[in-house]
């Protein structure tokens, strides 16, 4: 036997999304939420459940990647000589 498939109620919390209501989408059982941010979010109910989903994605910002090490000033020479070895020897 199945077993009974429990929903969130509607205005309970995960994380900064609030349940509105339930929809079927795909088969699957999804949950119209609202963050905290004023954004409508639709997320899988297993995801909100699980803790997989917590927020419309406002908390990751633009950019979540650090950048990358600046090359040392003795590699930079080093091109350098290179390329005037090469292309300054050719004309």
């Known amino acids: 036997m199945p077993r009974p498939r429990v929903y969130p109620a509607p205005g309970e919390t995960f994380g900064d999304l609030t349940v509105k209501f339930a929809v079927v989408?795909?088969?699957?059982?999804?949950?119209?939420c609202a963050c905290s941010c004023g954004r409508e979010k639709t997320v899988r109910a297993s995801h909100l459940i699980s803790g997989h989903t917590t927020s419309c994605?406002?908390?990751?910002?633009?950019?979540?990647?650090?950048?990358a090490p600046t090359k040392a000033p003795a590699a930079a020479a080093h091109v350098m000589a290179f390329n005037d070895l090469f292309i300054g020897g050719i004309g």
């Open 25 to 32: 989408q795909a088969g699957r059982s999804t949950l119209v």
């Open 57 to 67: 994605g406002h908390a990751r910002g633009p950019k979540r990647r650090t950048p």
